[in-house]
T-cell receptor, first 115, second 109 residues
Framework: GAGVSQSPSNKVTEKGKDVELRCDPISGHTALYWYRQRLGQGLEFLIYFQGNSAPDKSGLPSDRFSAERTGESVSTLTIQRTQQEDSAVYLC?????????????FGPGTRLTVT | KNEVEQSPQNLTAQEGEFITINCSYSVGISALHWLQQHPGGGIVSLFMLSSGKKKHGRLIATINIQEKHSSLHITASHPRDSAVYICAVRSGNTGKLIFGQGTTLQVKP
């Protein structure tokens, strides 16, 4: 079946612009995660959705970052007034449900470059 | 100190060698994952384990909960095993992952 998809695959934007990154999870997966991987660094957690609610937003680095999920499906990560330090690969993952015991399936990522 | 530490950071091996990558963590966990990331960024889950040992083909993962330590072994390594291997732990009840910095493996023919 179809895996996790993300769009766009690459995004170049000018500093100060807003960007939206999209994630389509595997159908039926109620849990959705956003992660970030900056160049040369490890992956870091941003936000977790269970259904359309976000019980854990602890990884969002600033109030310029927000995310929403609708219909227990698509999620959008929005970065306002982008800064150069926002340049990274943004990865989305989904699992059947949250909590332990369930595999997370990763999308291919969106490579964001802020110039 | 990171909550998840991997060693070594970089590893070069000759084809056929037995490879071990280590992961230590300092938090309580519900599960530990080993992930593989190829150039180009795609991440594939290799193992998810909460106790004991799992084997898949030439890959073996072990975990010692008391020692808070896990190892990933690759037997009869091959150049196609060249990738970044990432250890990640699930802590808390949300399922979010805390990642190690990754181990870059290069297997030379």
């Amino acid at each position: 079946g179809a895996g996790v998809s993300q769009s766009p695959s690459n995004k170049v934007t000018e500093k100060g612009k807003d960007v939206e990154l999209r994630c389509d999870p595997i159908s039926g997966h109620t849990a959705l995660y956003w992660y970030r991987q900056r160049l040369g660094q490890g992956l870091e957690f941003l936000i977790y959705f269970q259904g359309n609610s976000a019980p854990d937003k602890s990884g969002l680095p600033s109030d310029r970052f927000s995310a929403e999920r609708t219909g227990e499906s698509v999620s959008t990560l929005t970065i306002q007034r982008t800064q150069q330090e926002d340049s990274a690969v943004y990865l989305c993952a989904s699992s059947l449900t949250g909590g332990s015991g369930y595999e997370q399936y990763f999308g291919p990522g969106t490579r964001l470059t802020v110039t | 100190k990171n909550e998840v530490e991997q060693s070594p950071q970089n590893l070069t091996a000759q084809e056929g060698e037995f490879i071990t990558i280590n992961c230590s963590y300092s938090v309580g966990i519900s599960a530990l994952h080993w992930l593989q990331q190829h150039p180009g960024g795609g991440i594939v889950s290799l193992f998810m384990l909460s106790s004991g040992k799992k084997k898949h083909g030439r890959l073996i993962a072990t975990i010692n909960i008391q020692e808070k330590h896990s190892s990933l072994h690759i037997t009869a390594s091959h150049p196609r095993d060249s990738a970044v291997y990432i250890c990640a732990v699930r802590s808390g009840n949300t399922g979010k992952l805390i990642f190690g910095q990754g181990t870059t493996l290069q297997v030379k023919p």
